[in-house]
T-cell receptor, first 119, second 112 residues
Framework: NAGVTQTPKFQVLKTGQSMTLQCAQD?????MSWYRQDPGMGLRLIHY???????DQGEVPNGYNVSRSTTEDFPLRLLSAAPSQTSVYFC??????????????????FGPGTRLTVL | DQQVKQNSPSLSVQEGRISILNCDYT??????FLWYKKYPAEGPTFLIS?????DKNEDGRFTVFLNKSAKHLSLHIVPSQPGDSAVYFC???????????FGTGTRLTVIP
């Protein structure tokens, strides 16, 4: 199993440009999510999905779009990049609470991250 | 408003001694708590968790303690090893939820 993969590892954008951060998992997890990590802020949830065709907003959704057309993929789109979106982005996946084998909560597996700089 | 707080940005400990990392939370609805470990240029990896029905969970050198009345949890690492040097994040979630709320992290340095 490759686990959770993210591409690209690094990206530099100019203000106003758009791009898509890719995330894929091969563990058949229903739940997938995107976090951003900023200095002094920890990880903050951007968007999440509990299954194909279902997405919802997290703590900091503004400026980002997501879609979930398959169980495996959960891309994050920046429609018009801003310097405030300079961050490290992590994708994560897990079984949902209604399935899996870990009991009351199923640990989330994280990808290696994408470091994004917006100039 | 930060619902999960780690007030110590960094901690240095001698190899072989105990490392104690602390975490406080404000939301009384949180019922499951996790610790993640993160090395530079890698994603966080799950370390240990605890349900609110317990006050202690142990896994090898790692023990997590939960004090619900104080809304406080701590991670103990005994004995500390140089390979434990990393950033440790505390996280919490509520009933029926998958979404995690993270603290700001504590950078642990274990000195050989």
């Amino acid at each position: 199993n490759a686990g959770v993969t993210q591409t690209p590892k690094f990206q530099v954008l100019k203000t106003g440009q758009s791009m898509t951060l890719q995330c894929a998992q091969d563990m058949n997890h229903e739940y997938m999510s995107w976090y951003r990590q900023d200095p002094g802020m920890g990880l903050r949830l951007i968007h999440y999905s509990v299954g194909a065709g279902i997405t919802d907003q997290g703590e900091v959704p503004n400026g980002y779009n997501v879609s979930r057309s398959t169980t495996e993929d959960f891309p994050l789109r920046l429609l018009s990049a801003a310097p405030s979106q300079t961050s490290v982005y992590f994708c994560a996946s897990s079984y949902t609470l209604t399935s899996g084998s870990r009991g009351s909560y199923n640990e989330q597996f994280f990808g290696p991250g994408t470091r994004l700089t917006v100039l | 408003d930060q619902q999960v707080k780690q007030n110590s940005p960094s901690l240095s400990v001698q190899e072989g001694r105990i490392s104690i990392l602390n975490c406080d939370y404000t939301n009384s609805m949180f019922d499951y708590f996790l610790w993640y470990k993160k090395y530079p240029a890698e994603g966080p990896t799950f370390l240990i968790s605890i349900s609110s029905i317990k006050d202690k969970n142990e896994d090898g050198r790692f023990t997590v303690f939960l004090n619900k009345s104080a809304k406080h949890l701590s991670l103990h690492i005994v004995p500390s090893q140089p390979g434990d040097s990393a950033v440790y994040f505390c996280a919490a979630t509520g009933p029926g939820a998958n979404n995690l709320f993270f603290g700001t992290g504590t950078r642990l340095t274990v000195i050989p």
